[in-house]
């Protein structure tokens, strides 16, 4: 066997020499090259001292001490790999470079002395090897997990090489501590094996561009290293196991030894691979023992720096930008929920919500809301089964281009979805990932909730306002009765005289101007109790069309299906008025006003059109719901179309609008179908 021995280690010799010639020739002075051709000549050193101590008989433990400048040379390119550092200064100045020269230095010398003391004792060297194999097999771990595909292509040769010098240098040290002694049959095995590996070597250094590889672990400790310090107790206690039988069973103990070791490889290797074993072990480790991917202090503080910086026209926008910035999604959405039957789209940037995608979200809504789950349409399409009744129709979020929806909750209160769109596929959603999402969400449904809370607040400032001129307007029409009681008084001593006569008429004629403007500027509502009831809508607003047809442009009349629901007619009547006769104002008489009523699966949809003036998208957007804001002057309150909107959402309902200047505007109102057994806004047909 020692010939064998000399003969392997000598090969090694051999090809490392001749690796090592082809990195100086390729004149790469760069700090990963270097790194590679000091880890090549110690190699070649420690298989060179390893042949000498077959030939010339001196202790082992010289060859085991080059043995340990070659694993530490070869870890310490591999942390290398992990770090950005591209010059030997700032790579000494590394904290894990230097950790891991501390700790290997320290091992080092204390197993040697201890061995010293000892009497030349192994055993403390043994487990040394053990323990320095085993963490090359960590960071080799963490190299490659950590490393983008790309970077994976490039080094998954080296890491293969590495990884099987480490397992068979661990199983040969975790043998000889149990039996006290090395096998020398795997010892000079070492030799061919070196050999063996250097084209992957090669292969992964000529793959590696410039010399670099750029790889950026996300956290300390992953997942992957547990699961090799796992391996490597299981191991080591299959290795006892081994030598148990290999004790026991004689002549057959080699044989079954070696065969028992593969066998519980072969088990190891089945369980490391077993998908859901690695996600529970992976969640439930990564959960409760290690650092999270996610700085949730640096992430907070960059939510709130992103809140005060992206610029948008409204809160839904930036909260929308915000969330799309997360997943790096180019388009995105926020949808809120007003009914079971209806959401309203209130920010959209590259997503048009139809009524077909606005029906499907409402099915996946009701998902989300019950699960609190953020849905991964790439994983659904994928895995299915991952998302327990859940049915997506992935041919129309394609379409869209939407990838993710994520569930916006206020305390335990569903909100609406934001929408994730993007044009080439967007990484999978990990666990952590979600969660940071899930976080996210919460946040900025709080932003916007307040936001809204702001504008309700500044729109009951505004009615207290209203109420404040409805007091002054009270004093002018009090002087103006002070005026006309006068009149009255002096009429029975002055009515012969002419010039009393003519400031009458002066005054009855004043106070008819300012009652005029009075009038005109409060246009007084009269609060009265109402009540529902089950209400033929399309007979109300033919009722409304009799009404406003005496004066020009005539409004057209259309109506499908039975439009009978469970309403206030009284209030509707009113806000139907005044939707009607701004569209006739807004057209010329030779235009024209259509109104159409149409019934659908779950609402009556009222649809208000004209050929008018129009109105700009800015408009709309900014002004027309806004209460007090006004285009007619003195002629109007600005509280009209506001009153509309406030009505129709109060019953669960919608209103859109959409215009273009001097082309005309279309007022679509969606009014969900109750009976007079709807209880608390819940339709119970």
């Given at each position: 066997?020692?010939?064998?021995?000399?003969?392997?280690?000598?090969?090694?010799?051999?090809?490392?020499?001749?690796?090592?010639?082809?990195?100086?020739?390729?004149?790469?002075?760069?700090?990963?090259?270097?790194?590679?051709?000091?880890?090549?000549?110690?190699?070649?050193?420690?298989?060179?001292?390893?042949?000498?101590?077959?030939?010339?008989?001196?202790?082992?433990?010289?060859?085991?001490?080059?043995?340990?400048?070659?694993?530490?040379?070869?870890?310490?390119?591999?942390?290398?790999?992990?770090?950005?550092?591209?010059?030997?200064?700032?790579?000494?100045?590394?904290?894990?470079?230097?950790?891991?020269?501390?700790?290997?230095?320290?091992?080092?010398?204390?197993?040697?002395?201890?061995?010293?003391?000892?009497?030349?004792?192994?055993?403390?060297?043994?487990?040394?090897?053990?323990?320095?194999?085993?963490?090359?097999?960590?960071?080799?771990?963490?190299?490659?997990?950590?490393?983008?595909?790309?970077?994976?292509?490039?080094?998954?040769?080296?890491?293969?090489?590495?990884?099987?010098?480490?397992?068979?240098?661990?199983?040969?040290?975790?043998?000889?501590?149990?039996?006290?002694?090395?096998?020398?049959?795997?010892?000079?095995?070492?030799?061919?094996?070196?050999?063996?590996?250097?084209?992957?070597?090669?292969?992964?250094?000529?793959?590696?561009?410039?010399?670099?590889?750029?790889?950026?672990?996300?956290?300390?400790?992953?997942?992957?290293?547990?699961?090799?310090?796992?391996?490597?107790?299981?191991?080591?206690?299959?290795?006892?196991?081994?030598?148990?039988?290999?004790?026991?069973?004689?002549?057959?103990?080699?044989?079954?030894?070696?065969?028992?070791?593969?066998?519980?490889?072969?088990?190891?290797?089945?369980?490391?691979?077993?998908?859901?074993?690695?996600?529970?072990?992976?969640?439930?480790?990564?959960?409760?023992?290690?650092?999270?991917?996610?700085?949730?202090?640096?992430?907070?503080?960059?939510?709130?720096?992103?809140?005060?910086?992206?610029?948008?026209?409204s809160h839904y926008q930036m909260a929308t930008q915000i969330m799309q910035s997360k997943v790096?999604?180019?388009?995105?959405?926020?949808?809120?929920?007003?009914?079971?039957?209806?959401?309203?789209?209130?920010?959209?940037?590259?997503?048009?919500?139809?009524?077909?995608?606005?029906?499907?979200?409402?099915?996946?809504?009701?998902?989300?809301?019950?699960?609190?789950?953020?849905?991964?349409?790439?994983?659904?399409?994928?895995?299915?089964?991952?998302?327990?009744?859940?049915?997506?129709?992935?041919?129309?979020?394609?379409?869209?281009?939407?990838?993710?929806?994520?569930?916006?909750?206020?305390?335990?209160?569903?909100?609406?979805?934001?929408?994730?769109?993007?044009?080439?596929?967007?990484?999978?959603?990990?666990?952590?990932?979600?969660?940071?999402?899930?976080?996210?969400?919460?946040?900025?449904?709080?932003?916007?909730?307040?936001?809204?809370?702001?504008?309700?607040?500044?729109?009951?400032?505004?009615?207290?306002?209203f109420n404040r001129m409805s007091a002054f307007l009270v004093h002018d029409l009090k002087n103006?009765?002070?005026?006309l009681a006068l009149i009255t008084a002096n009429a029975e001593k002055h009515r012969n005289n002419?010039?009393?006569?003519?400031?009458?008429?002066?005054?009855?004629?004043?106070?008819?101007?300012?009652?005029?403007?009075?009038?005109?500027?409060?246009?007084?509502?009269?609060?009265?109790?109402?009540?529902?009831?089950?209400?033929?809508?399309?007979?109300?607003?033919?009722?409304?069309?009799?009404?406003?047809?005496?004066?020009?442009?005539?409004?057209?009349?259309?109506?499908?299906?039975?439009?009978?629901?469970?309403?206030?007619?009284?209030?509707?009547?009113?806000?139907?008025?005044?939707?009607?006769?701004?569209?006739?104002?807004?057209?010329?008489?030779?235009?024209?006003?259509?109104?159409?009523?149409?019934?659908?699966?779950?609402?009556?949809?009222?649809?208000?059109?004209?050929?008018?003036?129009?109105?700009?998208?800015?408009?709309?957007?900014?002004?027309?719901?806004?209460?007090?804001?006004?285009?007619?002057?003195?002629?109007?309150?600005?509280?009209?179309?506001?009153?509309?909107?406030?009505?129709?959402?109060?019953?669960?309902?919608?209103?859109?609008?959409?215009?273009?200047?001097?082309?005309?505007?279309?007022?679509?109102?969606?009014?969900?179908?109750?009976?007079?057994?709807?209880?608390?806004?819940?339709?119970?047909?």
């Amino acid at each position: 066997m020692d010939f064998y021995g000399l003969i392997g280690f000598s090969l090694a010799v051999g090809v490392y020499t001749l690796f090592a010639l082809l990195i100086i020739a390729a004149r790469n002075y760069s700090l990963v090259a270097r790194a590679v051709l000091i880890c090549t000549l110690v190699t070649l050193s420690s298989n060179l001292i390893a042949a000498l101590q077959i030939k010339l008989g001196f202790s082992l433990q010289w060859a085991m001490l080059t043995d340990g400048f070659k694993i530490a040379c070869w870890s310490l390119l591999i942390i290398l790999f992990n770090t950005e550092h591209r010059n030997l200064k700032a790579l000494v100045g590394n904290y894990y470079v230097r950790q891991y020269i501390g700790i290997w230095s320290v091992l080092m010398v204390g197993s040697w002395l201890a061995s010293y003391w000892l009497g030349y004792a192994y055993e403390y060297i043994f487990l040394l090897f053990i323990i320095l194999n085993l963490w090359m097999l960590v960071l080799l771990e963490q190299l490659y997990r950590n490393a983008d595909l790309q970077v994976r292509w490039a080094i998954w040769p080296l890491v293969v090489a590495l990884a099987s010098v480490a397992i068979f240098d661990f199983v040969i040290y975790a043998q000889a501590t149990m039996v006290d002694g090395i096998d020398f049959n795997f010892w000079f095995s070492r030799g061919y094996l070196a050999f063996l590996v250097t084209p992957l070597l090669l292969i992964s250094i000529r793959r590696i561009k410039n010399g670099e590889v750029r790889i950026f672990v996300s956290r300390n400790v992953v997942f992957y290293s547990s699961m090799l310090m796992i391996a490597g107790a299981y191991l080591l206690l299959m290795s006892f196991a081994g030598y148990i039988i290999n004790f026991i069973g004689g002549e057959w103990g080699d044989l079954v030894s070696l065969g028992f070791l593969v066998l519980s490889g072969i088990v190891l290797v089945a369980l490391l691979i077993t998908e859901s074993l690695r996600r529970r072990v992976k969640v439930f480790i990564a959960k409760n023992f290690f650092a999270n991917k996610y700085e949730y202090r640096d992430e907070w503080l960059n939510l709130i720096e992103k809140i005060e910086t992206t610029s948008g026209a409204s809160h839904y926008q930036m909260a929308t930008q915000i969330m799309q910035s997360k997943v790096e999604a180019s388009c995105g959405a926020i949808i809120k929920k007003f009914s079971n039957q209806h959401y309203q789209l209130q920010y959209s940037h590259g997503i048009e919500i139809n009524d077909e995608l606005e029906e499907h979200l409402l099915e996946v809504g009701l998902f989300c809301h019950q699960q609190g789950w953020i849905v991964d349409v790439n994983e659904y399409e994928k895995s299915p089964l991952l998302y327990p009744d859940l049915t997506l129709n992935i041919a129309l979020l394609r379409a869209k281009k939407i990838q993710i929806i994520v569930p916006i909750f206020i305390g335990k209160a569903f909100y609406g979805l934001f929408l994730l769109a993007n044009e080439q596929e967007l990484k999978r959603l990990n666990w952590e990932d979600r969660d940071l999402l899930f976080a996210i969400s919460k946040q900025l449904g709080n932003f916007v909730s307040l936001y809204e809370a702001t504008d309700k607040l500044s729109e009951s400032k505004q009615f207290d306002a209203f109420n404040r001129m409805s007091a002054f307007l009270v004093h002018d029409l009090k002087n103006v009765q002070a005026q006309l009681a006068l009149i009255t008084a002096n009429a029975e001593k002055h009515r012969n005289n002419p010039e009393f006569i003519d400031d009458v008429f002066e005054t009855v004629e004043s106070a008819t101007q300012r009652l005029e403007k009075v009038l005109s500027q409060l246009r007084k509502k009269q609060v009265e109790q109402s009540s529902n009831s089950q209400t033929d809508i399309a007979l109300t607003i033919k009722k409304v069309i009799e009404q406003s047809n005496l004066s020009l442009p005539a409004v057209q009349f259309e109506q499908q299906g039975d439009c009978s629901t469970f309403i206030d007619n009284e209030s509707f009547h009113s806000v139907i008025h005044h939707l009607i006769q701004n569209a006739q104002e807004a057209t010329e008489s030779s235009g024209w006003v259509k109104v159409s009523i149409v019934e659908k699966q779950r609402v009556i949809r009222i649809i208000i059109e004209d050929n008018g003036c129009g109105m700009s998208e800015e408009f709309i957007k900014n002004r027309l719901f806004r209460p007090f804001d006004t285009t007619k002057g003195n002629a109007g309150m600005g509280i009209g179309v506001f009153e509309a909107k406030q009505f129709f959402e109060n019953m669960a309902g919608i209103i859109k609008v959409t215009s273009t200047p001097k082309k005309g505007t279309m007022f679509t109102i969606d009014i969900p179908k109750r009976t007079i057994g709807a209880i608390n806004g819940q339709n119970l047909l």
